[in-house]
């Protein structure tokens, strides 16, 4: 079996195109998409996320949301915004 050489090239379109497909992912959810409100639960599956993460992120600031009597709320554009705002974009 022979050697293959990856180039930082290739890595670099591999990362674009595992980006590419997230996001085909994240908007093909007709769920949440469609929704522009979400509860506890439906956010921590969105995010893949365990209840005590969901809370650090309320607590520290950076996920905004609404509580309406004990029911906690967030507009999914602001977790959108969230994610693209904290993009990590790493230099090969």
Known sequence: MGATIITTEDLREFKMALLE???QLLDSQPSHAKKKWLKSPEVRNLLGISPGTL?????NGTLPYTKVGGVL????????QV??????HNKF
Do not use: A, C, G, P
């Open 73 to 80: 709320y967030y507009e999914y554009q602001e977790i959108m």
């Open 83 to 88: 994610l693209e705002k904290n993009r990590v």
């Open 55 to 59: 809370q650090n992120l309320r607590i």
């Open 21 to 23: 497909d997230i996001k």
